[in-house]
Nanobody, 121 residues
Framework: VQLQASGGGLVQAGGSLTLSCAAS????????MGWFRQAPGKEREFVAT????????DYGDSVKGRFTISRDNAKNTVFLQMNSLKPEDTAVYYC???????????????WGQGTLVTVSS
């Protein structure tokens, strides 16, 4: 499966952005989708994950209450709504797909190319 992330950009602190990740190349069916991020010099960090049916959503502690993950299976797309952005949210954001609900990025089989989010103070 190929994943294409988009929607990154420059935003002021307190602002909002919505990231999208479109899947193609094979059925989207049954795949768990996740978002991770990586800031310069830091390890890849879990942001959010959503089950196939959307009934289970998990978030990293640093984004709980501010970010919302969702998906549209008819359009093979997953979204990450990011509100109340902080400078520490600055990172390259990656979408990924897996066969189970995991917070460990090593459990994800497919990755998008990443989209840069920069939050200015």
């Amino acid at each position: 499966v190929q994943l294409q992330a988009s929607g990154g950009g420059l935003v002021q602190a307190g602002g909002s952005l919505t990231l999208s990740c479109a899947a193609s190349g094979r059925t989207f069916s049954g795949l768990v989708m996740g978002w991770f991020r990586q800031a310069p010099g830091k390890e890849r960090e879990f942001v959010a994950t959503i089950s196939w049916a959307g009934t289970r959503k998990d978030y990293g502690d640093s984004v709980k209450g501010r970010f919302t993950i969702s998906r549209d299976n008819a359009k093979n797309t997953v979204f990450l709504q990011m509100n109340s952005l902080k400078p520490e949210d600055t990172a390259v954001y990656y979408c990924a797909a897996a066969r189970g609900v995991y917070t460990d990025y090593t459990r994800y089989d497919y990755w998008g190319q990443g989209t840069l989010v920069t939050v200015s103070s």
